[in-house]
């Protein structure tokens, strides 16, 4: 049997049939030399153009309901590419989450891989077919229900599966040449990074590196699995490798930025933190929101104040339900981070020269939060951009 190869396209590779048709085509010729499990993504926009459409019909769109919506988005993407395989005479064949044996705990919208059950997926790889798999989806063995795992859960998907049929790497394949130092979108002098160590890329999607789900990373490292970033337009010889102990006996240096855009600051006048995360977490399961990523937790004498972050369509639906809640105190301004992400040991000269750089940049940094592998500064969102390009000369 030829060597197995996992890969994922995103969305923005996948925009529309010409683009299909191209990633079409360099699955068909990778797999005269490999045997290919290929997980994709919604076309584009699509799952936002979903969300958008589930706003227009319900102020709390139940999470159950969202889940059957966007599912749809990946489905679309699988058979399309399936189609144009098979019109190369690449033998495929498609399959959701569920057919494929993806089984999730019984969370809506932000599901956990419990367990891969691919006895589908073996016997179409043992039939010489090329595995097209829909992305972001799973199913609960308990409620027989639907799951999706999160903006961006395609990518835990494609190491999920990697690590169920001990692929030999999993490529993650985008529109962009490799993880960059920083967004070369705000940084015109961002520089691709050739390799990182699981750590390394597990703390820079934490903090907001939107190149992996921090999940699929954090299962990479857990089961060994060795990825490969790169573009989907051409063979892998550029991009960023990621694997077990590269970089680690590199002495102390800036690696990277990274940044949330939207961050989220909500007072409790609960003293008991434990106390106020529950509250609020009850809050969000009665509104039907997913509970967004915690950054930060803070206990004063009379307070707690906490700092949240999530995708655009979930933290507008935390700011609607707070901005009028007793319990709760939303601060009106949005607050962006922008982390620092070093390698080597930490030491005092780092976070003195971030401050440095901000204060020259005449930006006023809100809080500062230390983390084993990186510094990070929040600051008000109207200032994320220049914070950013400030912080950039220190790498």
Same mark, same amino acid.
């Given at each position: 049997?030829?060597?197995?190869? !996992? ?72 058979? =399309? ?15 959701? /989450?569920?057919?494929? /044996? ?15 059950? /691919?006895? $589908? !997926?073996?016997e179409a790889l043992?039939?010489d077919k090329v ?63 050739? &390799? ?11 903090? /907001? #590196?939107?190149?992996?789900?921090? $999940? ?8 060994? !699995?060795? =990825? ?12 960023? =490798? !990621? ?17 949330? &855009? ?50 655009q369509e979930i ?40 401050? &440095? ?23 008000? #969102? ?6 950013? &390009? ?6």
């Amino acid at each position: 049997m030829k060597p197995l190869i !996992v890969q994922k396209y995103g969305g923005a590779t996948l925009a529309d049939p010409q683009k299909i048709k191209a990633v079409s085509s360099r699955i068909a010729n990778q797999s005269q030399e490999n045997s290919l499990i290929v997980v994709v993504s919604a076309m584009g926009k699509t799952t936002n153009s979903l969300i958008d459409l589930a706003s227009q019909v319900s102020s709390h769109p139940q999470r159950r309901e969202m889940d059957m919506l966007l599912t749809v988005g990946e489905r679309i993407s699988m058979s =399309l590419v399936s189609m144009a395989l098979n019109d190369l005479g690449c033998r495929a064949i498609s399959f959701t /989450g569920s057919q494929a /044996g993806i089984f999730t705990d019984d969370s809506h919208v932000n599901a956990f891989i419990k367990d891969v059950k /691919g006895f $589908r !997926v073996e016997e179409a790889l043992k039939d010489d077919k090329v595995v097209i798999l829909a992305g972001f989806q799973g199913v609960s063995p308990v409620t027989k229900e639907i799951t999706t795992l999160g903006r961006g859960g395609s990518d835990t998907s494609a190491v999920a599966m990697a690590a169920a049929f001990n692929a030999e790497r999993c490529e993650i394949l985008k529109d962009v040449p490799a993880v960059f130092t920083a967004d070369p979108n705000v940084v015109k002098s961002a520089r691709p990074l050739q &390799e990182l160590n699981y750590d390394q890329l597990m703390e820079m999607t934490f903090w /907001g #590196a939107k190149v992996l789900h921090y $999940r699929s990373v954090e299962l990479a490292k857990l089961r060994d !699995v060795t =990825l490969y970033i790169g573009p989907a337009s051409n063979k892998t010889s550029d991009g960023t =490798l !990621v694997k077990k102990g590269l970089n680690m006996f590199e002495s102390c240096k800036a690696l990277s930025l990274n940044s949330h &855009e939207t961050v989220l600051e909500i007072k409790s006048l609960e003293k008991n933190t434990a106390k106020a995360l529950k509250s609020l977490q009850s809050l969000f399961e009665e509104k039907q929101i997913a509970f967004p990523q915690l950054l930060h937790c803070e206990i004063s004498h009379d307070e707690t104040e906490i700092l949240l972050t999530g995708p655009q369509e979930i933290m507008g639906a935390v700011k609607r339900e707070l901005q009028a809640h007793k319990g709760f105190a939303l601060n009106s301004t949005d607050f962006s981070t922008v982390t620092l992400t070093c390698t080597g040991a930490t030491s005092p000269e780092i976070p003195q020269k971030v401050l &440095e750089k901000i204060d020259q940049a005449q930006i006023q940094a809100r809080k500062l939060i230390m983390s084993a592998m990186s510094v990070t500064v929040v600051v008000n #969102a109207n200032e994320r951009n220049k914070a950013i &390009e400030a912080l950039h000369a220190l790498i």
